[in-house]
């Protein structure tokens, strides 16, 4: 929006010259965005004068009349200047930029020959001078307005200052050279002349014209007046064309001006109605659907249930608070008028002006918000304009349907703006800076503060706080940043889940992110028994695949399904891992509660909220297939197995703080895996996770490679990683032996190694299994040899042979009293 300084001083006593600069910062600390503060005097530059003209000369023989004048600049000699413009006459008063100036756009201006005369300078029209759109005639001068010679920027308005601003859209009252000049007044602590309580015209009980209101929710105000009589062909006045070409309006007639000119002065959008162009009476209402009206722009439209429109018996006329119709429009012979302001619903206009794409300059200020006390105000000032330029009679009756609630008031809590923004504020202080926006207080504690009627954006307490910090001014509110607390640092399963993750990774494991999401199919596709807990996946209400509405129970769905797609982009050895949420629903019938937005919920609500969300706890797994080893000149291969699924467990476990001891492998069956080659993860004998490889069937099912492997464990059923205590670091030499146990090829080597562990001692530092071998002629159908390294040290001695040996000893003891193990060759 774009507004003159000249029209702002007529409300509000500013400093006689404030710098432009000064006033953009200045209405930034008001809080509006400031497009451009021009200084129109700037935008010419060198020498513009007026000129009055002598002579014109018609020259002939060219494509289009041509003029050769000779123009009084206030110089001893006239200055010659060629002009194509024919709307003015000798002695005429106009408008001359000397040889040397330059108008706006960059325009330089020199002396030339042309047209077979020389010409010094141009005389200028309004487009030329950036004052409109008008190329058609130069600009002429009221006759003895001015002397030739002088400076002729006053005399055509260049002397202003203009002032471009965008308004948020939740402040319409400063759609208007009085809600800007309002702002202003705050700021520079300037005397304002409110020209919304000007005089008003006083409503009758009697009507000028027949009108009907319908629904009082879309408009809930409507008034009007009628004048007679006026004389339809005298032209805007000046000052109202400049300040309507300023603000971005085409001037069309006087009335239609004047309208405009009222809505950019109070706020308060109006129209026009040819009152010997209606049908009967008037009726304000929605559209019935089917309607259609053709608006001013020449667009025949369907209108919506929604919009609401002005009737006659011809039916609709004008899209109300958008835009006219065509067979109520003022004409050129109009001399009878109703002009009509009224009050809309903002959300209506908002939503008719974006369904039929007409984002008029009133509708612009409808869905901001207009005060809905401006009608009979907007009404007297269009009547005293036309009356004064047009001439006519007003009419006796004057019509105002009012049904416009009173603004109710707000509670605020004397201490919530030192509370919110940070700066003590004293309950006069509050009163002072409230008082300036428009607000009436009556209270102690709390504040009832009522908002004015040109604030509908004042709803709550914390818009008050707001207009508090925005009057008491930003600068003032000290850049201070807030104590922090003392950061706690991660907490003990971040550090894990990144240990862990970080252990994988070097292990060769590639992270892979995944979606959430599974088909229905997958369970079935992993052949889960009936039962399985898994199969009770949560559903979403608005998935962003129908092909995938479940949120997954395990990661190796998706985790397999990245796996497949990097086998068919040509990769053959893979080794994956992801860490991520699992989502396990309570299997509870109890709805939830229905919680609304009006208030906190309570603790029963709150508890009952969370007793339907699923747990969703950490998961880790490992997808592998192809070699873990790639075969090269320096030797075979080795092709990823079981061994290494059930290994990345324990690379898992031991990184999360787990020492091996507590880890358990033992044989199990459990789906998708396969019952032979499937081990289950105990830790502390609790149950953690599987790994192996996975089920044949599973694999042919998802077309993945044979003797694909995969883990996966629960890293919260993990306990807390113990606080590690320092080792104690024996500088003595250790006792190397070496045992070879046969047992019964059923008997897991875990337990064996258990069962060392438990005879050896404390004198046992470690326990490695290092060689397994199977012969059914050298050690007997169903057997196999488990060869171990144990290393023996004490923290305070050397070691005898005799203690050594006394320790393997026991050691094999336990292991055969658990296991059956025997020393092989014994």
Not at 699 to 727: F, G, H, N, W, Y
Not at 733 to 761: F, K
Request: aromatic content about 4%.
């Amino acid at each position: 929006m774009k507004l003159s300084l000249s029209w702002l001083r007529e409300y509000v006593e500013l400093p006689a010259a404030p710098d432009p600069a000064e006033l953009d910062r200045t209405l930034v600390g008001l809080g509006i965005e400031v497009e451009s503060v021009v200084d129109q005097a700037a935008t010419v530059k060198g020498g513009l004068v007026v000129g009055r003209v002598l002579e014109i000369e018609e020259l002939t023989g060219f494509k289009k009349p041509i003029r050769f004048c000779r123009v009084d600049v206030g110089n001893p000699e006239p200055q010659e200047i060629v002009c194509g413009a024919r709307n003015f006459a000798a002695g005429d008063l106009v408008v001359v930029i000397l040889p040397g100036g330059e108008l706006p756009g960059g325009f330089v201006i020199g002396a030339r020959k042309t047209y077979g005369r020389n010409s010094h300078g141009m005389i200028c029209s309004a487009a030329e001078l950036g004052l409109g759109t008008d190329h058609d005639g130069i600009v002429v001068l009221p006759a003895d307005s001015a002397v030739p010679g002088t400076d002729a920027r006053p005399a055509v308005g260049l002397d202003d200052v203009i002032v471009d601003v965008e308004i948020t859209p939740d402040r319409g009252y400063q759609m208007s050279v009085r809600g800007i000049a309002r702002e202003l007044s705050h700021a520079y602590d300037a005397a304002f002349t409110d020209p919304g309580h000007g005089s008003a015209v006083a409503p009758t009980a009697e009507a000028p014209h027949p009108v009907r209101v319908e629904d009082t929710v879309g408009c809930d105000r409507f008034s009007a007046v009628v004048v007679r009589g006026i004389d339809p062909s005298v032209p805007s006045p000046g000052f109202i064309q400049q300040r309507l070409t300023t603000a971005g309006i085409r001037s069309i007639s006087l009335a239609v001006d004047i309208t405009n000119y009222v809505m950019l002065e109070l706020g308060q959008p109006m129209h026009v109605f040819d009152l010997n162009l209606l049908r009967g009476g008037l009726v304000v209402r929605r559209a019935r659907p089917g309607e259609k009206l053709t608006t001013l722009d020449g667009v025949a439209r369907v209108l919506d249930a929604e919009d609401m429109v002005i009737c006659d018996e011809s039916g609709p006329i004008s899209l109300a608070a958008v835009m006219g119709g065509e067979t109520s429009e003022y004409q050129p012979t109009t001399v009878d008028v109703l002009l009509e302001a009224a009050h809309w619903d903002p959300v209506m206009v908002g939503r008719t002006a974006r369904r039929h794409k007409l984002f008029s300059e009133a509708a612009k200020r409808w869905e901001r918000g207009v005060d809905p006390q401006l009608t009979l105000v907007a009404l007297a000032r269009a009547v005293e304009l036309l009356t004064t330029y047009a001439g006519g009679t007003p009419d006796e009756f004057v019509l105002d349907i009012n049904h416009v609630a009173d603004p109710a008031p707000i509670n605020l809590p004397t201490d919530l703006a030192t509370r919110r923004i940070g700066v003590p504020y004293g309950v006069d202080q509050l009163g002072d800076l409230l008082t300036k926006v428009g607000c009436t207080l009556t209270g102690v504690e709390p504040l009832d503060v009522t908002p004015p009627s040109w604030r509908p954006d004042l709803l709550a307490p914390i818009d008050l706080v707001e207009e508090v910090a925005r009057l008491g001014g930003y600068d003032a509110i000290p850049s201070v940043l807030p104590a922090t607390r003392g950061g706690g640092g991660l907490s003990a399963e971040q550090i894990r889940r990144r240990t862990v993750g970080r252990a994988m990774a070097e292990s060769g494991y590639v992270e892979v992110l995944s979606y959430p999401f599974v088909a229905p199919g997958a369970a079935d596709a992993f052949g889960l028994a009936p039962d399985d807990p898994r199969r009770s996946a949560v559903k979403l209400t608005n998935p962003l695949s129908e092909q995938e509405p479940l949120l997954r129970t395990s990661l190796l769905p998706p985790l397999l399904a990245t796996l497949k797609r990097n086998l068919g982009r040509g990769e053959r050895d893979i080794a994956l891992y992801e860490l991520g949420t699992v989502f396990q629903p309570h299997l509870s019938a109890t709805a939830p509660p229905v919680l609304g937005v009006d208030r906190a919920p309570s603790e029963p609500e709150w508890t009952a909220a969370n007793a339907i969300v699923p747990a969703q706890p950490w998961h880790l797994a490992v997808a592998l297939t192809g070699d873990a080893a790639p075969a090269g000149w320096w030797g075979q291969g080795r092709t990823a197995t079981w061994a290494d699924a059930i290994e990345a467990a324990r690379t898992a476990v031991s990184a999360a703080g787990i020492s091996p001891e507590r880890v358990t492998v033992q044989a199990a069956g459990y789906a998708p895996w396969h019952p032979g080659r499937c081990a289950a993860i105990l830790v502390d004998g609790k149950l953690t996770g599987h790994a192996g490889e996975l089920h044949p069937a599973v694999l042919s099912t998802l077309e993945l490679p044979k003797r694909t492997c995969a883990m996966e464990i629960d890293l919260d059923a993990l306990p807390v990683k113990p606080v590690t205590q320092a080792p104690v670091i024996s500088s003595f030499p250790p006792a190397l032996i070496d045992v070879a146990l046969v047992v019964e090829s059923s008997v897991p080597a875990a337990s064996v190694q258990e069962a060392l562990v438990a005879g050896a001692g404390s004198l046992l530092e470690s326990v490695r299994l290092f060689d397994v071998y199977e012969s059914a002629a050298q050690l007997g159908e169903g057997l196999k040899s488990l060869a171990y390294k144990l290393t023996f040290r004490a923290p305070d001695r050397t070691l005898t042979v005799e203690e050594a040996v006394a320790a393997r000893d026991a050691a094999v003891a336990e292991a055969a009293s658990r296991t059956g193990a025997t020393l092989r060759g014994a």
